[in-house]
């Protein structure tokens, strides 16, 4: 295991009434593309922010690339790069006068910083409207644009936060493509979403975090684990089956199925995979039971995240 | 300043400067409403204004309209900063290994310049229009002295209410506002033409101390008032836009320190 690039430890962060980081330990080990997982207001930006010197918490450690927000964010701000929530590049200028100028923040030399600015360019498809203001560009340009300003002094460490968010589908894979690229070539990420199949596709590690605490983490497959294995659901055409589906799938697994009369749904965790779905099939044919569709698959991240947080979602409701 | 810090500064300075090349049209216009206030006032609403003691009327008001112009200038800073601020811009800037106060540095520097390019306009509109400086090089230039110091007051006010506000529509309210600042003055009329109370506060008003002091240093015909601010125009231009700085500067830095919260 690669040593550590970003530590937190028991990161306090309070805001009026909110405890937006109530006690968050994070570790992540360079090179990996970490997923911070969690929904609206459970302290994802905040935590963002703090690694990145924007925001100074009220307790504990931060350490991103060997040194403390706090104490030497100087240091820190020459190791990272930041993409906020919003794109937040000079809408006045160009693109390429946009790259020029954080090139220069980054003290790059002027012909260093022209060289970085004609290739952040090129691999961001970006040449061709390199001197119209950015203000003009698309959404999914002016993020692009967004992205190559912050990895202009080619980070060891990258913070995205929902990078993603708003973006239509075509641009959001040309974003996800480029976290892939910057993870193969070593750089670690971390970065913020809502969207549980943006953390599953990205994601070497995945962290859900909610009310400012770290709630779960560990590999999305590890993740997916702890809601049981994989499960097989039948879908039946008459309400008056159920019961004898039930039976049949009880029987034939030796397990409890976990029915939904409304959506006339019966499931069981599928132990054996295939061999327990084929019992279930011929469970049914031999009970003369009906299934409009039969599935085998693992719980989705979404289930995960929605089992995970559901204490919040409790108090909410 | 450290030679980062220099740098840093340049950079940013350089940034604005850019700006307003590629949008010329709101420093055009900066630029030109002076000007156009100047033919208002000086030859629409001119022939009816009388300088009390004597003298032409656009001798008295071309000082009016130097300090006037200083006083605009609040919007200009205000909604740069309040745009950066607004748009994320500062906290990108403030995520990048940049010296510690290079990103106001750099937005001062770029407006001082804006504010030397504006009265550089305006002198040369007043000697179009017939405003001539009598007293001299020296004072001439500590006029123009004056006149600067004012406009950095400005700069200070505009950085702390953009980073208070951070709404760069806000400077609507602030142009509206700067006109009772600018009309309850000397600028435009004598103080004792208007009300007793109305005069009173005309006559403390900050902006006229710098107007006073301008009259006499360039030598144009002022109001005639014998009161304190009077007496003391010169000295009052110097401490005013000091003790505004005094107040909004550390105010200011410690709007930008707690960003971070």
Redesign the interface.
Known sequence: MPAPIITTRDLRKRYADTHALAGLDLTVPAGVVCAVLGPNGAGKSTLVRVL?????PDAGDARVAGHDVRAEP??V??R?G?L?Q?????????GR?NLL??G????LSPTRARARADELLARFDLTDVADR?AGTYSGGTRRRLDLA?ALVADPPVLFLDEPTTGLDPRARTGVHDAVRALADAGTTVLLTTQYLEEADRLADTVVVVDHGRVVAEGTPERLRGTLGADRVEVLLDHAGDLAAATDAIGAATGATPRVDPDALRVGVPAADRVGTLGAVLAALTAAGVTAVDVTLRRPTLDEVFLHLTADRAAVAR | MSA?AL??TA??TG?AL??WR??PTPVLVTLLFPILLVLMFGYLLGGAMVVPGGGDYREFLLPGMFAMTMLFGVETTYTAVATDAA???T????????ARGAVIAGRATADGLHAVVALAVMLACGLAVGWRPHAGVGPALAAVGLLLLLRLAMIVVGIHLALLLRAPESVVALQILVWPVGFASSAFVAPQTMPGWLGAVAAYNPLSATVAACRELFGNPGWGGDGFTARHAVALAVAWPLAVIAVAGPLAVRRWQR???
């Open positions: 990145a010197t924007l925001t100074r100087r240091q701000r020459a990272i930041l906020g919003h794109t937040a590049v000079d809408e006045v200028l160009g006068e100028l954080f220069r923040l980054h003290h203001p300003a | 980062t740098t840093d950079t940013l940034r850019r700006h590629r949008q748009r994320g811009v906290d990108r800037l403030r995520s990048l290994p940049v960003l971070d919260r």
